[in-house]
């Protein structure tokens, strides 16, 4: 099975003019980008009342999901690393403004000005070390840090990602939440591996109502809940299961834990043919708390 | 490169404390035509920052914007017009965007900016 690309070469460099040329014209891709982005676009919950919103493609590659942001009638403008993908974009002659930059570098975005943010496939790019200069926590946090300053208050950003693995995923995380950003991760399909995705939905602002993570989908395409508390955008009711069971009024005395009920456990141990010591003075002694 | 996008834009480049708004010369001009959009247009306005965008427009060859602008005219279909065409239709092809405080420029080919920092510049 060939490595992830993210394990071959840096992505500026993976994404030459050959492979950008084959990602685009790989009708495979092209339909799973497609679905990623409607589902991404679907995350966002941006309000439905035809306004088009000015969003933001993280790593827009050959602009893709852009066409998705397009045909939903919203303006976007792209970000890549790669100029192999981003000349593909212009001949597909996408409708959205394309920019040659480094997520990890910041975003470089006057403050408060995007309604909304998508980025598919890219931003587990930022947890190599493609060059000695980079250090991946520093460009997590630069990244994290514009991209929250970036977007208007209550906006989302919705980034579907393909962690390398659980270490990944916690780093992604916690960069995102260290910048001010809540929400958390969406699983859809958790238990297929093929069809398997992963969304992290991020609200900008103090979580609310509206910031609790909307529900996963699942094999039968009915919606599972990973989480405890579970926010219906629709309807306005939420349920939180409680999470703190009222503590138990009497708490196990440990010193009835003494010598003699140590000595019963030994004699019910060797009745049971287990080798135990023989008891002698020291059996059950008070150690030093340190011990 | 189209103005809405010019107005987002800000120099990224360490120490420099207002990279915003980023200067522009111009090399090639399009004029592209768009579909007008007037609620996109009044979600857009409180965003956008006017001086910046005047400036630039009249970079680029367009002086119809008025120099302020406030909400009221957006009630104006005239307004609205010159508005769209300032901040969609015009595209910056070839060029550079240049920071205001290192002047260090941003080429613009294709009518996409090159933003990359250098090693030194994060």
Not at chain 1, 126 to 146: M, Q, T, Y
Not at chain 1, 161 to 178: D, K, S, T
Not at chain 2, 92 to 103: K, M, N, R, Y
Request: proline share 5%.
């Amino acid at each position: 099975m060939t490595s992830r690309p993210e394990l071959q070469a840096p992505p500026e460099i993976f994404y030459n003019d050959d492979e950008a040329r084959k990602y685009t014209s790989s009708s495979r891709i092209i339909e799973i980008q497609a679905k990623l982005s409607e589902r991404a676009l679907e995350l966002l919950a941006l309000r439905s009342d035809g306004v088009p919103r000015l969003l933001l493609d993280i790593g827009c590659g050959s602009g893709l999901s852009g066409e998705t942001l397009t045909e939903n009638g919203h303006q976007w403008i792209g970000l890549d690393i790669s100029q192999s993908m981003l000349d593909v974009a212009l001949e597909r002659e996408v409708e959205g403004d394309l920019v040659l930059g480094d997520m990890g570098q910041g975003l470089g975005l006057r403050p408060g000005v995007i309604d909304g943010a998508i980025s598919i496939s890219a931003v587990q790019w930022l947890c190599n070390a493609d060059k000695s200069s980079h250090e991946p926590r520093i460009r997590l946090k630069a990244f994290f840090g514009s991209l929250y300053r970036c977007l208007a208050r209550g906006a989302r950003a919705v980034l579907q990602v393909y962690p390398g693995n659980l270490a990944q995923r916690e780093l992604i995380l916690g960069f995102a939440m260290r910048a001010g950003f809540s929400g958390g991760i969406v699983v859809d399909y958790p238990h297929s591996t093929k069809s398997r995705k992963e969304y992290l939905v991020l609200t900008c602002g103090p979580p609310s109502l509206s910031s609790a993570a909307p529900r996963g989908k699942d094999e039968d395409g009915d919606s599972c809940s990973d989480e405890d508390s579970s926010g219906d955008e629709d309807n306005q009711s939420v349920c939180i299961s409680d999470r703190h069971r009222p503590r138990k009024k009497q708490k196990l005395n440990k010193k009835m834990k003494g010598r003699e009920w140590v000595l019963r456990k030994k004699e019910q141990m060797r009745r049971k043919g287990n080798a135990v010591p023989a008891n002698t003075k020291y059996t059950a002694r008070k150690r030093k708390a340190r011990f | 490169m189209r103005l809405l996008t010019h107005n987002m834009l800000s120099s990224n480049i360490k120490g420099v404390t207002n990279g915003f708004p980023l200067l522009i010369e111009v090399e090639k001009v399009v004029e592209k035509q768009v579909d007008f959009n007037e609620d996109f247009l009044r979600n857009m306005f409180p965003k956008i920052e006017w001086k910046a965008l005047v400036e630039a427009s009249r970079t680029m060859g367009y002086t119809e914007l008025p120099e302020n602008a406030e909400s009221s005219m957006l009630d104006s279909d005239e307004f609205l017009r010159k508005f769209h065409h300032a901040l969609i239709e015009l595209h910056l092809e070839e060029g550079a965007l240049v920071c205001p405080e290192t002047g260090r420029k941003f080429p613009v080919n294709k009518g996409i900016p090159n933003m990359l920092l250098h090693e030194d510049e994060v």
